[in-house]
């Protein structure tokens, strides 16, 4: 479950006060698709960061599983991010130089976890996502399909509950942004996580248990789904 | 947080990734390092010469005073005059101070020479140091005026017998509890390889072919030694010391093989080539022919009772106060007692003091060029962050901390560092080796007389400040770029092209 209480993010940008995210407030259960859609600007990129603990609020609380995550220091925020969050970037951003395995298995070792139990885990889940043949391929040798079933499995091998993907089809065309889509949304429903997506992309409306859609850091209250459904 | 050897892993293979950067960021810190490495071998190879092989003592002609009452560490300080004859010392002094000393007035009261000697004043200065070598045979000055340079050498202790079974080298003997093996191979070292250990005493002109040793009561033996006897002597000395041996030698056949060129005179603990022995001998003999030729000549040179006699001409500070006027005088012209073995001792400090002003130089233009190879490391490190913000992006959304980030790039600089420590190290200690060698083919195609066996040396201390140095450096020089790679903010570097 993740809470946002009066959630606010405000920039400086050349002297000038830029409100990114204002005063929002949401629930968002565990287990849902969530997509967050807007123009730029409007601060869905700054609040799924939030959420993801890649920023700190200037105001109001974000409660992730129980734990209030404003509060959290570097160090705890990190360990938050490693344990809770999985990222799938635009580009998917996988190390060029490291093999598929590689890749996967790099935020296990941010959590300590023993070389041997690493390789096991990240190959298994590599594996389950039919990458079995790719482990030791790197990103220049894979399609972008591949990339895709890497970056997922990079961001669910600490067992994340939460997958926050930031424009994940930037850069695809309308065939392969469907492909994502529902790769996302298999995902979502076969290990149960929270898959919250932030997209210009209104195909994604369609596979989306709730859609918000935010202007100027604000919740449109009349295109918020969620709520509706709620 | 993420473990140590994932942390040197990782830096590994972020290295790796960046090769040729990495390989010349190696050579050029390493570079800096093999020329402080080779600089360190060479100093230590000069170090380690016997720096008095090429650098001679104070002249041969260097008298030793030696007598009662005479202060013990300073001519300077109040002689104590309740000393027993036990407390007998011996001065040092040059032939400069010797002149000084005559100069007083009371010289005369204080050294009286000799009269039966009257043509032989200096010789009498001597004759402590002759009764000292009675046993000995010969006086520490004129082995080492004929020994010269050489003389350091020649001096080397030679209570001890070796013995060789087919031409290795198994046991000492005579002072079998204190010598050791290492001492002969000394021997062997400079005196040659074949020879015979002739024994006696070359003044007489015998030379008995003959071992003294001392039975386990202390007293001398003589082992009658001739060209036929060896294997029986080789017998005998088992059998005295066969509680030494160990029992499969003594189960083989031994043959003495004589490694020594010289002289064992008795007692002298010295081994001295024979040549130098006949000089001195010489020497002696005239001497004695000329005391021969006054009416209170004494018979018998050798005799302990004439040593005796001759030593009591220098209970001479009795009056004392005649001797603190003396010390007194002598402390004017700083005379001290040990003053020739200080003048070694300047020599030698000079020399070190020299060395140390080479060492400075070596260890200014050190700093520079480590300075300039964290420099290098610096930017490399720099470099290396520039290009990975948005790996350090990923990294830190995957869950590294600062301090994890920190670390990765800190453990790159000190992989670096330790690289570019042990290849500069081994290449350094590779070419002063070379070089040592190269110097001395060189010199001896020159013709050069005596030239030590390396100018090569390892200093084992001075590497292992280099290579922690080094590392150390390299660690300094990553720390800011590190820091900088820590403090990014990761939504800012994950939004880097």
Same mark, same amino acid.
């Given at each position: 479950?993740?809470?946002?209480?009066?959630?606010?993010?405000?920039?400086?940008?050349?002297?000038?006060?830029?409100?990114?995210?204002?005063?929002?407030?949401?629930?968002?259960?565990?287990?849902?698709?969530?997509?967050?859609?807007?123009?730029?600007?409007?601060?869905?990129?700054?609040?799924?960061?939030?959420?993801?603990?890649?920023?700190?609020?200037?105001?109001?609380?974000?409660?992730?599983?129980?734990?209030?995550?404003?509060?959290?220091?570097?160090?705890?925020?990190?360990?938050?991010?490693?344990?809770?969050?999985?990222?799938?970037?635009?580009?998917?951003?996988?190390?060029?130089?490291?093999?598929?395995?590689?890749?996967?298995?790099?935020?296990?070792?941010?959590?300590?976890?023993?070389?041997?139990?690493?390789?096991?885990?990240?190959?298994?889940?590599?594996?389950?996502?039919?990458?079995?043949?790719?482990?030791?391929?790197?990103?220049?040798?894979?399609?972008?399909?591949?990339?895709?079933?890497?970056?997922?499995?990079?961001?669910?091998?600490?067992?994340?509950?939460?997958?926050?993907?930031?424009?994940?089809?930037?850069?695809?065309?309308?065939?392969?942004?469907?492909?994502?889509?529902?790769?996302?949304?298999?995902?979502?429903?076969?290990?149960?996580?929270?898959?919250?997506?932030?997209?210009?992309?209104?195909?994604?409306?369609?596979?989306?248990?709730?859609?918000?859609?935010?202007?100027?850091?604000?919740?449109?209250?009349?295109?918020?789904?969620?709520?509706?459904?709620? | 947080?993420?473990?140590?050897?994932?942390?040197?892993?990782?830096?590994?293979?972020?290295?790796?990734?960046?090769?040729?950067?990495?390989?010349?960021?190696?050579?050029?810190?390493?570079?800096?390092?093999?020329?402080?490495?080779?600089?360190?071998?060479?100093?230590?190879?000069?170090?380690?010469?016997?720096?008095?092989?090429?650098?001679?003592?104070?002249?041969?002609?260097?008298?030793?005073?030696?007598?009662?009452?005479?202060?013990?560490?300073?001519?300077?300080?109040?002689?104590?005059?309740?000393?027993?004859?036990?407390?007998?010392?011996?001065?040092?002094?040059?032939?400069?101070?010797?002149?000084?000393?005559?100069?007083?007035?009371?010289?005369?009261?204080?050294?009286?020479?000799?009269?039966?000697?009257?043509?032989?004043?200096?010789?009498?200065?001597?004759?402590?140091?002759?009764?000292?070598?009675?046993?000995?045979?010969?006086?520490?000055?004129?082995?080492?005026?004929?020994?010269?340079?050489?003389? /350091?050498?020649?001096?080397?202790?030679?209570?001890?017998?070796?013995?060789?079974?087919?031409?290795?080298?198994?046991?000492?003997?005579?002072?079998?509890?204190?010598?050791?093996?290492?001492?002969?191979?000394?021997?062997?070292?400079?005196?040659?390889?074949?020879?015979?250990?002739?024994?006696?005493?070359?003044?007489?002109?015998?030379?008995?072919?003959?071992?003294?040793?001392?039975?386990?009561?202390?007293?001398?033996?003589?082992?009658?030694?001739?060209?036929?006897?060896?294997?029986?002597?080789?017998?005998?000395?088992?059998?005295?010391?066969?509680?030494?041996?160990?029992?499969?030698?003594?189960?083989?056949?031994?043959?003495?093989?004589?490694?020594?060129?010289?002289?064992?005179?008795?007692?002298?603990?010295?081994?001295?080539?024979? /040549?130098?022995?006949?000089?001195?001998?010489?020497?002696?003999?005239?001497?004695?022919?000329?005391?021969?030729?006054?009416?209170?000549?004494?018979?018998?040179?050798?005799?302990?009772?004439?040593?005796?006699?001759?030593?009591?001409?220098?209970?001479?500070?009795?009056?004392?106060?005649?001797?603190?006027?003396?010390?007194?005088?002598?402390?004017?012209?700083?005379?001290?007692?040990?003053?020739?073995?200080?003048?070694?001792?300047?020599?030698?400090?000079?020399?070190?003091?020299?060395?140390?002003?080479?060492?400075?130089?070596?260890?200014?233009?050190?700093?520079?060029?480590?300075?300039?190879?964290?420099?290098?490391?610096?930017?490399?490190?720099?470099?290396?962050?520039?290009?990975?913000?948005?790996?350090?992006?990923?990294?830190?959304?995957?869950?590294?901390?600062?301090?994890?980030?920190?670390?990765?790039?800190?453990?790159?600089?000190?992989?670096?560092?330790?690289?570019?420590?042990?290849?500069?190290?081994?290449?350094?200690?590779?070419?002063?080796?070379?070089?040592?060698?190269?110097?001395?083919?060189?010199?001896?195609?020159?013709?050069?007389?005596?030239?030590?066996?390396?100018?090569?040396?390892?200093?084992?201390?001075?590497?292992?400040?280099?290579?922690?140095?080094?590392?150390?450096?390299?660690?300094?020089?990553?720390?800011?770029?590190?820091?900088?790679?820590?403090?990014?903010?990761?939504?800012?570097?994950?939004?880097? /092209?």
């Amino acid at each position: 479950m993740i809470e946002i209480k009066d959630l606010t993010k405000i920039f400086i940008l050349g002297g000038e006060k830029i409100i990114a995210v204002d005063n929002i407030s949401l629930s968002i259960p565990d287990g849902s698709f969530l997509i967050i859609m807007g123009p730029s600007g409007s601060g869905k990129s700054t609040l799924m960061q939030i959420i993801g603990g890649l920023q700190t609020p200037d105001k109001g609380r974000v409660i992730v599983n129980g734990i209030d995550i404003s509060k959290l220091n570097d160090r705890e925020l990190s360990g938050f991010r490693n344990k809770n969050i999985g990222f799938i970037f635009q580009n998917f951003n996988l190390q060029q130089s490291y093999t598929a395995l590689e890749n996967v298995e790099m935020p296990l070792i941010f959590s300590g976890i023993p070389e041997k139990e690493r390789k096991k885990r990240a190959e298994n889940l590599l594996c389950e996502f039919g990458m079995d043949k790719r482990l030791n391929h790197r990103p220049a040798q894979m399609s972008g399909g591949e990339m895709q079933r890497v970056a997922i499995a990079r961001a669910l091998v600490n067992n994340s509950s939460i997958l926050l993907a930031d424009e994940p089809t930037g850069n695809v065309d309308r065939e392969n942004s469907i492909k994502i889509i529902n790769s996302l949304r298999e995902i979502n429903i076969r290990f149960k996580v929270t898959v919250i997506i932030v997209t210009h992309d209104y195909i994604f409306k369609e596979y989306a248990d709730n859609v918000i859609n935010l202007s100027n850091g604000r919740i449109n209250a009349e295109k918020n789904l969620y709520d509706k459904k709620i | 947080m993420i473990k140590r050897s994932d942390l040197f892993i990782l830096a590994l293979k972020k290295l790796k990734i960046r090769k040729l950067r990495v390989f010349f960021t190696l050579v050029i810190s390493a570079l800096g390092i093999i020329i402080i490495s080779a600089g360190i071998g060479l100093i230590k190879g000069v170090v380690n010469q016997d720096i008095l092989d090429y650098f001679p003592l104070p002249p041969p002609d260097t008298v030793i005073i030696k007598g009662y009452n005479l202060p013990e560490k300073e001519f300077g300080e109040k002689p104590d005059i309740n000393k027993t004859e036990d407390s007998l010392i011996e001065h040092y002094i040059t032939d400069e101070h010797l002149k000084i000393i005559k100069n007083h007035k009371y010289y005369k009261d204080i050294i009286k020479p000799v009269t039966s000697y009257s043509s032989l004043v200096i010789d009498s200065l001597l004759s402590w140091s002759y009764f000292a070598s009675d046993f000995c045979g010969y006086p520490d000055t004129f082995i080492r005026h004929y020994a010269g340079k050489n003389y /350091e050498k020649y001096i080397t202790n030679a209570n001890l017998i070796p013995v060789i079974i087919n031409e290795n080298l198994v046991q000492s003997i005579y002072y079998p509890d204190s010598n050791t093996i290492e001492k002969i191979t000394d021997y062997s070292k400079f005196l040659g390889k074949k020879v015979n250990i002739i024994a006696g005493d070359i003044i007489k002109n015998e030379l008995y072919f003959a071992i003294y040793t001392r039975d386990t009561s202390g007293f001398f033996t003589r082992i009658p030694i001739d060209e036929n006897g060896w294997k029986e002597s080789t017998k005998w000395i088992i059998d005295r010391y066969r509680y030494k041996y160990d029992m499969n030698i003594l189960n083989q056949t031994l043959n003495l093989k004589g490694v020594i060129i010289g002289s064992i005179p008795m007692n002298s603990g010295n081994i001295i080539p024979l /040549e130098i022995l006949k000089k001195c001998g010489d020497w002696i003999r005239t001497r004695n022919r000329l005391a021969a030729l006054n009416d209170n000549a004494l018979d018998d040179l050798y005799s302990y009772t004439w040593a005796y006699n001759e030593m009591s001409n220098y209970e001479v500070l009795t009056e004392k106060n005649k001797a603190l006027e003396y010390c007194e005088y002598l402390k004017k012209f700083k005379i001290t007692a040990d003053c020739r073995e200080k003048m070694k001792e300047e020599k030698f400090k000079r020399i070190k003091d020299q060395l140390k002003l080479v060492k400075i130089i070596l260890y200014s233009v050190s700093g520079i060029v480590l300075f300039f190879s964290g420099m290098f490391i610096w930017g490399t490190i720099g470099r290396v962050v520039n290009d990975s913000r948005r790996e350090i992006g990923v990294f830190r959304a995957i869950g590294a901390t600062k301090i994890d980030i920190l670390k990765i790039y800190l453990t790159e600089a000190g992989i670096l560092g330790m690289l570019s420590s042990v290849l500069g190290i081994m290449f350094g200690q590779l070419i002063a080796f070379s070089l040592s060698k190269f110097i001395l083919y060189y010199l001896n195609k020159e013709g050069a007389e005596k030239l030590p066996e390396s100018l090569y040396g390892i200093d084992y201390y001075g590497l292992l400040i280099l290579f922690f140095a080094s590392i150390a450096i390299s660690l300094l020089a990553g720390f800011q770029p590190a820091l900088k790679a820590s403090k990014l903010d990761p939504v800012i570097a994950l939004k880097t /092209e």
